[in-house]
């Protein structure tokens, strides 16, 4: 059932698909409207909740369900499955004692999460390819049924990864779930670090095998799918990230590398007349503001906004704050003053060009939006890849690091205020870099390595994660947009 690439001079049928979440489907559809702009026939397939993300965009929706597990712009407010609402309160509990207490969280959910039924996306998907007929597709990483799916379909497909590049492990030293770096202020002890690598590791083997087992039943006659976290297109892998000298190196002869740096679109309406007055009303009695947002899952972690409010407040004279808050607002109520504006959701975006830093928790879109806009920010990792991307931000000198488990008050507000009061060594460097690149770019070098003769290898790798090769984006093809 392999795909083949659009005949030439006819523009493709992409099919972009993202899971349910908004951190992810918002990047996926600016990709997704940035491929349109090129004059590709887009799709976006995701969760019903997110048909307007492919209404901004200017591209076509197809409902599609790949989890369980959603997340529409507030986390801990979207109504769940069975199950998965008592295993969110698990995870923001176990942020409250540490990284690794967050990590191997993680890591025993995963095993539930992840590939809960493989059979019913390769169903779907095979149902929707019969219907759309697409050319090829764009798979985010963290859809492993997605994945697995296109592997057993024989489907082309580009892979997008929508966090740290070691999202996927370039080797075997690097293990999902285990950050392949740390920032100074986040060291576990080695006990600790055993611990976490033994789950993680764990968890892969069982992936893997429940992989290699869908495989045998559902395509007997294709290669094995091999390393489950390691799995991508043979063809091309776009990282919204900045291609940083230090990460680690892949493998030659593969998949192209394709580092897009950002995947903020090129121009977005503004948020209305409300914030324009939110904000013009806060410039004008302060001299300083600041955004405070934790991401869609951790705003609810409302003991750290109240405690960067209260340190701003006492070390940060004529500073003010813009906070995101989702279902906390009311807890938050006892800080309400006239520098202090708190809200359930912020226009992020457009809020970057108004203040004068941010603190964020070291999600991939909130790292990569303030590099791209050049704001200074001050990084509190919780989970996941925050702990890597807060040590390259921290190494490239674009911003700075605390440890959440251990904050208080007075380390917080010194933070801020040398955060506003020093500058950031890399901050301009690293922000003209990722101002040349973006999902225009990622966009275009997509549709040449999909849509060029190259688009179908010889031979296809038996291990196409094992085998890689880094590009520059190169001319797109003559049907392409300006």
Known sequence: MESSAAPR????????????????????????????????????????????????????????????????????????????????????DSTRRGAVSALLTQSRHRGRDMLPDPEGTLAELRALDARLRPDWYVVDQLSYPVTLAMHCLGLRYATFCPGHPTYVPPDEDVLFGVPYAWPREIRPREEQLAELRAAAGAVEAEFTRRFAATARVHAPESRPPGRAFALTSPYAVAFSYPEFPWLPRYPANGPSLLYGGHSVPGTEPGPGPEWEKVVKGLRDRYDR??????????????????????????????????????????????????DFHVDATVPQRWLLGKVDAMVHHGGNNSFAECLASGTPALVL?????????????????????????RLDGPAAGRALRRLLDEPLPGLGRWSRWVGDRGPAWTARALIREMSGPDAVPSAAPADPSARWRRRQAPSAPSWCGS
Do not use: K
């Not at 799709?43 to 909740?49: H, K, T, V, Y």
């Not at 492919?54 to 599609?64: D, E, I, K, T, Y």
């Open 9 to 92: 001079g006819r523009a493709p049928r992409v099919v972009v698909v993202s899971p349910p979440f908004a951190s992810h489907a918002q990047p996926l559809s600016v990709l997704a409207g940035e491929l349109a702009r090129q004059g590709a026939d887009v799709f976006l397939a995701s969760g019903q909740s997110f048909e307007g993300f492919a209404a901004r965009a200017g591209v076509a929706f197809v409902p599609l369900t790949v989890t369980r597990n959603a997340n529409t712009g507030v986390a801990h407010g979207t109504r769940q499955a069975v199950g998965e609402a008592e295993r969110l309160e698990e995870f923001l």
């Open 381 to 405: 990792p919780f989970s996941s890849d925050q702990f890597a991307i807060a040590h390259d931000a921290e190494r490239a000198g674009v911003a700075r690091c605390l440890d959440p488990s």
């Open 289 to 338: 503001l600041v955004l405070i947002a934790l991401g869609t899952f951790l705003s609810v972690r409302d003991d750290v906004l109240a405690l960067l409010v209260e340190g701003l407040r006492a070390h940060v004279p004529g500073a003010a704050a813009v906070v995101a808050a989702g279902d906390r607002v009311a807890a938050l109520s006892a800080l309400a003053g006239p």
